[in-house]
């Protein structure tokens, strides 16, 4: 019996020393139902979450979300706490906006007079984290707008996630649904990893996915989401820049933009990469914004100061948005406070964009465009190739007129349909096509690719499909110092064979070289 006595406690103490490690770093569990929190779907649990969130503040440990709905409104996250909602938990959101209280980020930006308030609001904290398999619903469609006045037309309407100023803050596997306003903002933010989570945000206006704002060492990775408004959406609403950025593996639907750099681009954005990217239409048809497959699946825009540089895109399927490629560098010149100084014209340099397929586009035709004072600069697509509907527009691109529009708000649409079907670049140094291939299905009489005033530049290895109706493959206009080798080009929908230019050139253009023979 003795001898059974000691083999047992040896057991015991080896079974308790291999698991000691586990066991000390387990984190304490705080389940909500134990403060109170009762999960109905009626009851308000926003003292008792926020009793388990304190607790766990203390001690590091997760506050836990059993199966059931809990009804909160404002929960204020603090460091070393994770909210941790297990599969078939909801946390959602009351549907009276007067329950949730003004908060004050501590960061001054463009919005902070109207956008104030936060299911979930988290500002300068450290080691934060949302996780698990439940979800967490807003109810946006609930907060009614009543007004197209601005900014009226903002207020009142509570993000789902806010975090200002705050560190190491990771969002994992959870499901994000129905905000009243952005579904997520990090304001400010740094070490921020934002992986796994599924995301529908189609309940109200200004419906954007994720909102990486004046924040720095930023993962976004394994995102499915599909919203109404801008998909995964970098800004730059404060003289913050958004910078050293990854988003890769991701699945994208959204109504306008699928992948958005901008509107606001005060402080700019620097070394970003976006890379293994499915941009595809939306599952929901019915859009506040937008198109039902999308108004553009890359937008690149600086229009409120600020610079753009250290941009790299690879390896994305866009499929459905009207414009594949959108590159604008306008001036807006909006203020982000009423107390700022005006922003001068931004920058847009050193973008390289790969690997692209893009099938579904319409009639208007990608873009690439700065401004006569301010040209963007090194620029360079590669491997990448755009089918569109084809159209009937007119092959006349030394007539059309594009309308600079610097002041406008900068959508994808905004010159109308273009002059070239494919890709038409202006105000631009530096620029680089290689492996290009354009088709087009119907018709199509413009050129797939127009230059106008663009200053050095190499074209190769362009496949090009248009029709002997259309002027050329390629046009250029009032452009200087180029080359271009080992072109191809396709008849269009004929069965004869038509030797056709290649390439056409207007006589303000000079020094442009095909395949080593000048133009």
Known sequence: MRLNCLSLLRRTFFVLGFFAPYLLNAQPLYDVTRFGAIGDGTTDNTTAIQRAIDSSAKTGGKVFFPTGTFLSATLYLKSNATLHLSAGAVLLGQADASKYPYQDPGIPFYGDQWAKQALIFCKGQENVTIEGKGTIDGQGARFVVNTIKKPDRYKNRPYLLWFAGSKNITVRDVSLRNSAFWMQHYLGCEFVLIDGIHIWNHSNKNNDMIDIDGSRNVTITNITG???DDGITIKSTSPRISENITITNCIVSSHCNGIKFGTESTGGFRNVTVSNCVIRPSAQRQTIYGKPD?????????????????????????EGPQVPIFIRLGNRARKFSDTAAAPSIGRIRHIRISDIIARGADTVGCSISGLEKVPVEDITLSNITIETSGSDIAGKP??????EREEDYPEATIFGKLPSYGLYVRYAKDIQLHNIVLRHKGTEQRPGIMLDRVERFQLTGLDIQNSSAAPAAVAIARSAEGIITNANRIEGLTNRLRAVRFVVRDNNTTNVMVDNKRL
Do not use: Q, Y
């Open 226 to 228: 599909d919203s109404d």
């Open 294 to 318: 999308g108004i553009s699946g890359l937008a690149l825009e600086v229009v409120d100061g600020g610079i753009m540089e250290n941009i790299t895109i690879s390896n994305l399927i866009i």
């Open 398 to 403: 030394f007539s059309a007129v594009v309308p």
